[in-house]
DNA sequence: TGGATTGTGTAGATCGGTCTACGTTTTCCA
DNA sequence: TGGAAAACGTAGACCGATCTACACAATCCA
């Protein structure tokens, strides 16, 4: 028999408070706090008591009131673009980490632009989160060293160093040249190369950065100083195609290009299908990322791959260390990985 | 000049609180909270001076207290899998349109079956969110109604009835029957349909439960009860290969399959693809989704869309208009469209 | 055996907001 | 011009936990 205080039929049930299972159990609101949170001074007896009042009551802490004293329990996973498949890949390692740490994962996405951003990041600090990890955010390293000195903070796909937060990232600079010299050692001499450029500013230590100055070394290194051929343009399907249209109507076109990203190689596999330039007969296209669409048997895509599970993992356990309270700096860098599939083979005529 | 007072070097900075800012105004904690929330009884001088005061003191304040009393203004989109890139597509309607009634959206991720799905559930509900989205939930729908009953909730991706909460799904019937009718039209007979059969037990007014229901439906008003073949398997890639395998080694195979999803259609024409099957000339194969990767010019498959950003868009709008107060349950569906692709054609010998 | 130590439990301040109840001005209008 | 109504502001309870300080009992030990 339920009181109808509002009149209408489907009140929403009011839950147990702490209050009420320490009136159950006929004791102090302090000490079922005490067995909430495993802390030292309570019997045996006593424990079992009010374990079995929250039973019976069907108990559940409000994480909000906890948070407001001590810890949420909570981390933050800022994302840029839930689109790109790499991420969910990320946030997987990220969460099987946490987990195992006690923590809850919530994933914010804030695909507008850095206000946006900043708002997404502030939202969660304004939740208490206990730390957060921010994926491949825009802004300067001094937006980002600001935002560490209020919460905990691991960022995830920028290169460090940093002050007041850990890094962790795939060596871009091996990944481009795995790249370079898998194209190389075909017989490719000119390879070009596609940077992102977006609506924010390039930032050092941003991957995009990372993997052109790789790329140059790599041409350097190989005696290609003469070849090097960096286009400007986006890391998406639609920048990727229209870097294919500049390729073609060159005079001495490229041979080769290393796209930066799956997403942007895929727009170039595009623009070739359209154009009838034949992969990889006529040109060959190397990815970055390696996601599941360049795994696909009819697209077979040549790419990196960064193992997102173990970066997801190692980014959610230096968060949970910094939490624990270290505070030097971390940066770490995971070796890529070069995945040969169709799009790439010795250029035409050789 | 700050005190050490942990004796580290990085101590977090303190936020300031309404008090901070009432005292700096020279005004009381109520009165700001009055500003904070645009409430009545505010001079425009008075206004002006604790604005003033806020963005002198940086002030931000803290959704855990507000959330104390009044609301979070936080909404929780629950997921079963971000790595289906359906998911980021209604993640962006939702998003939308919940900033739009100035909500934040968090995005709690849950792949570890029905266990897990509650314990996410439940840390969203902890964390007194306002309201919650529950993208293709496990569950019997008991389960969801008890969930609904305790905090306003939107189903999306289940079909209707309910009693608590709102349903927002693609007509899958109409879905099923798009597919089958295009197929028909081009000559097959022969249509099998892979059915989704996961960890969890299958329940009514799950899409896969529906799109069967939808097959079988228009299979028999093509006069086709005698061709009806529903293989069960997985929706995923390894599923939709294996079922790839059983149809080939059929003693008199389909020509055609409505694979349920896009995951499994990839999967089927990744085993077709290494069983030396062409498609379309040997075999049609039909998607449900269409995910990105339905869209690239070497996959080319033939998809139903469900025009996911709409669907997001409108569970977000039906769950603000439950947050403020409708108590009766509203089932949508939206038409889906078929988008023909290149992997339909005429069956062998037509 | 009596003071110190250890174990067990409670009271109540605190976190940072919201919101009701009420006091004080100011404005309005018959 | 005087009383009602409207406008403005404040005090303080409250939300549901955590956590410090302390009271009391039991145990220890010289």
Same mark, same amino acid.
């Given at each position: 028999?339920?009181?109808?205080?509002?009149?209408?039929?489907?009140?929403?049930?009011?839950?147990?408070?702490?209050?009420?299972?320490?009136?159950?159990?006929?004791?102090?609101?302090? !000490?079922?706090?005490? $067995?909430?949170?495993?802390?030292? +001074?309570?019997?045996?007896?006593?424990? !079992?008591?009010?374990?079995?009042?929250? !039973?019976?009551?069907?108990?559940?802490p409000s994480a909000l009131a906890r948070g407001m004293r001590g810890s949420s329990f909570t981390l933050g996973?800022?994302?840029?673009?839930?689109?790109?498949?790499?991420?969910?890949?990320?946030?997987?390692?990220?969460?099987?980490?946490?987990?195992?740490?006690g923590y809850q994962?919530f994933?914010?996405?804030?695909?507008?632009?850095?206000?946006?951003?900043?708002?997404?990041?502030?939202?969660m600090v304004d939740r208490k989160m206990d730390g957060i990890?921010?994926?491949?955010?825009?802004?300067?390293?001094?937006?980002?060293?600001?935002?560490?000195?209020?919460t905990?903070?691991?960022?995830? +796909?920028?290169?460090?160093?940093?002050?007041?937060?850990?890094?962790?990232?795939?060596?871009?600079?091996?990944?481009?040249?795995?790249?370079?010299?898998?194209?190389?050692?075909?017989?490719?001499?000119?390879?070009?190369?596609?940077?992102?450029?977006?609506?924010?500013? @390039?930032?050092? +230590?941003?991957?995009?950065?990372?993997?052109?100055?790789?790329?140059?070394?790599?041409?350097?290194? @190989?005696?290609?100083?003469?070849?090097?051929?960096?286009?400007?343009?986006?890391?998406?399907?639609?920048?990727?195609?229209?870097?294919?249209?500049?390729?073609?109507?060159?005079?001495?076109?490229?041979?080769?290009?290393?796209?930066?990203?799956?997403?942007?190689?895929?727009?170039?596999?595009?623009?070739?299908?359209?154009?009838?330039?034949?992969?990889?007969?006529?040109?060959?296209? $190397?990815?970055?990322?390696?996601?599941?669409?360049?795994?696909?048997?009819?697209?077979?895509?040549?790419?990196?791959?960064?193992?997102?599970?173990?970066?997801?993992?190692?980014?959610?356990?230096?968060?949970?260390?910094?939490i624990?309270?270290?505070?030097?700096?971390?940066?770490?860098?995971?070796?890529?990985?070069?995945?040969?599939?169709?799009?790439?083979?010795?250029?035409?005529?050789?």
């Open positions: 028999m339920r009181t109808l205080d509002g009149g209408t039929m489907s009140e929403h049930v009011k839950r147990a408070t702490i209050s009420d299972v320490a009136q159950h159990a006929g004791v102090s609101k302090a !000490a079922v706090s005490k $067995v909430l949170r495993g802390a030292y +001074g309570v019997s045996g007896t006593m424990k !079992a008591r009010v374990e079995a009042s929250m !039973a019976t009551l069907g108990y559940r996973v800022f994302v840029v673009d839930l689109h790109n498949t790499f991420m969910s890949v990320l946030i997987e390692g990220i969460r099987t980490e946490a987990e195992l740490n994962v994933i914010g996405e804030a695909s507008r632009g850095l206000a946006q951003q900043r708002q997404m990041i502030e939202a990890v921010l994926i491949a955010p825009f802004g300067t390293a001094d937006d980002l060293e600001e935002i560490a000195r209020g905990p903070t691991v960022v995830l +796909g920028r290169h460090g160093p940093s002050h007041s937060y850990d890094t962790v990232a795939s060596d871009d600079i091996a990944g481009s040249a795995l790249i370079v010299d898998h194209l190389v050692s075909l017989g490719h001499r000119r390879i070009a190369h596609l940077m992102q450029v977006g609506r924010e500013k @390039n930032e050092s +230590g941003m991957p995009q950065v990372v993997r052109a100055k790789g790329y140059v070394d790599a041409m350097v290194r @190989n005696g290609l100083e003469q070849e090097i051929d960096v286009l400007e343009g986006r890391w998406s399907q639609e920048g990727g195609r229209s870097a294919a249209g500049l390729m073609v109507q060159r005079k001495n076109p490229p041979t080769a290009v290393h796209a930066g990203a799956d997403m942007a190689a895929l727009g170039v596999l595009a623009g070739f299908h359209e154009a009838g330039v034949r992969v990889p007969e006529d040109f060959s296209v $190397v990815g970055y990322d390696n996601v599941f669409a360049a795994s696909l048997p009819q697209v077979g895509l040549t790419s990196v791959d960064q193992s997102g599970i173990e970066m997801g993992a190692l980014a959610a356990k230096l968060l949970v260390e910094r624990q309270g270290r505070q030097e700096a971390v940066s770490t860098v995971v070796a890529p990985r070069l995945v040969v599939r169709r799009t790439t083979a010795p250029p035409p005529g050789v």
